[in-house]
Structure formats: structure tokens, C-alpha cells
């Protein structure tokens, strides 16, 4: 009988270059040009939305609230992976040239939108979550500790404009 749940450590995280304008009308389909990476990321966090509720007491209402929608949270995704390097070469920089032309001001600012996907034993998405005009809000270092022997982790946040979920 085959697996009917979705592995949580088969997946795919892939950056290309968001339009220059945002898009008009909310398709939120990412560019096919300009790919910044296509990942190695061992965790991924921050697939998740929730929706402002607002409370409105009716007067003369005592067996209820009325309950009102308001605007849709998202979270920054946040993705770690262990700092990537060849044999001979120098650690891969790209997320961090990212980060620190943001802070020098570099122009045009380089937003990305992303695509993260579940992917089945066949490296075929099974579900894929997509995000808009991302940004990078944090960017941490790995934890450097000569004791343990454990191997460098670098996270980056990206604070975005809009998450959606598709299956296939």
C-alpha cells in the first residue's frame, strides 16, 4: 500500500527575481527568469497564515458576537541550511551579498519570490507554496563552537508579500 502522507523532509526551496512592478490585479505567478538559488535548505518554516478577527458587540445581542474579517498575517519564511562550499572553494556568499546590498542601498532593490515544494519519491510536487516580493529581514550566522564538531548552519527570513498554497 502506498504512503498517503506527504514527507516533511522532501522538498524544494527555489528564488527567481520578482517583477519590477508588483503585479496588478493579484497573480501571483513567479518570474521564470533570474533564478537566485534553488536551495540545499535542510528547514523551512513559516508556511502558515492567519486572518485578523475583529469582535463586534451588537447592542440588544446577548447570545453572541458578531465576528468580521479583517487583513491576512503571514509569517517571514525562514529557511536554514548548512553553509555551502565546494571542495577548494570558497563558501557560497550568495545569501549574504543579498543582505548586505540591501543595507549598502544598492538600486534597484533585488526582491525574489519563492516556491517551496513537497515533493513525492519521484521528485514531483505533490504541494507547492508560493511567495511574492520577498525581501531578506534577517540573516544569522552559523553557531561557531569548537567542541561540538557540528557542521555551520546559516537562516535567513525573508519577510514577503503575499503566500498561497497550490496542490497538483
Not at 528547514?43 to 468580521?68: A, F, K, S, W
Not at 509569517?75 to 556568499?93: C, E, H, Q, W, Y
Not at 549574504?96 to 516556491?115: K, S
Amino acid at each position: 500500500m502506498p504512503d498517503l502522507l506527504a514527507r516533511t523532509f522532501q522538498f524544494r526551496v527555489t528564488l527567481t527575481q520578482s517583477p519590477a512592478v508588483p503585479p496588478v490585479g493579484g497573480t501571483d505567478q513567479p518570474s521564470q527568469s533570474g533564478v537566485f538559488t534553488d536551495g540545499a535548505f535542510a528547514e523551512c518554516t513559516g508556511l502558515d497564515m492567519e486572518m485578523d478577527v475583529g469582535e463586534y458587540v451588537e447592542g440588544g445581542r446577548n447570545n453572541g458576537i458578531l465576528q468580521h474579517l479583517g487583513r491576512t498575517k503571514t509569517s517571514r519564511i525562514t529557511l536554514r541550511r548548512g553553509m555551502l562550499f565546494p571542495i577548494g572553494g570558497r563558501v557560497n556568499a550568495e545569501l549574504w551579498q543579498w543582505f548586505q546590498d540591501v543595507v549598502d542601498g544598492v538600486r534597484p532593490l533585488r526582491r525574489y519570490d519563492g516556491t517551496i515544494s513537497i515533493l513525492d519519491d519521484g521528485d514531483r510536487a505533490v504541494a507547492t507554496w508560493r511567495f511574492v516580493r520577498g525581501l531578506p529581514a534577517k540573516l544569522v550566522g552559523p553557531q561557531l563552537n569548537a567542541a561540538t564538531g557540528a557542521v555551520a548552519i546559516e537562516e535567513l527570513q525573508i519577510a514577503h508579500e503575499g503566500l498561497r498554497w497550490e496542490a497538483r
